[in-house]
């Protein structure tokens, strides 16, 4: 059974930094992309990063490159997402996704309705 589970949201003060982190199980993350996208209060949800199955390339949206930082770690199937320099912009509940029909790149990545499988979700709320 295919499970993601997001944890390590809050509260921060604009400018600081939080670490959110996302276990999967079900499934390898070796072989399957994994992503994190964010939803805002009457906004669509939108792609944050994503880590290619293809070839371990990540990829970052316009708004949060050189800020946060995805990796992962395939002894525990455990995903990451370092935010830094975290602005009110920011505050949103972050979701991890995967899909299992397409490895992704930089063309495909951020596609949301592509995702088969996603977490409940952890909220990120960065105060100005």
């Known amino acids: 059974q295919v499970r993601l589970v997001e944890s390590g949201g809050g509260t921060v003060e604009s400018g600081g930094s939080l670490r959110l982190s996302c276990r999967a199980s079900?499934?390898?993350?070796?072989?399957?992309?994994i992503a994190w996208f964010r939803q805002a209060p009457g906004k669509e949800r939108e792609g944050v990063s994503c880590i290619s199955a293809r070839d371990g390339t990540v990829y970052y949206s316009d708004s949060v490159k050189g800020r946060f930082t995805m990796s992962r770690d395939r002894m525990t199937n455990m995903v990451y997402l370092q935010m830094n320099s975290l602005k009110p912009e920011d505050t949103a509940r972050y979701y991890c996704a995967t899909d299992f029909e397409s490895a992704k790149d930089g063309t495909d990545w951020s596609r949301t309705h592509d995702y088969d499988y996603w977490g409940q979700g952890t909220q990120v709320t960065v105060s100005s």
């Open positions: 079900g499934f390898d993350l070796d072989y399957f992309p």
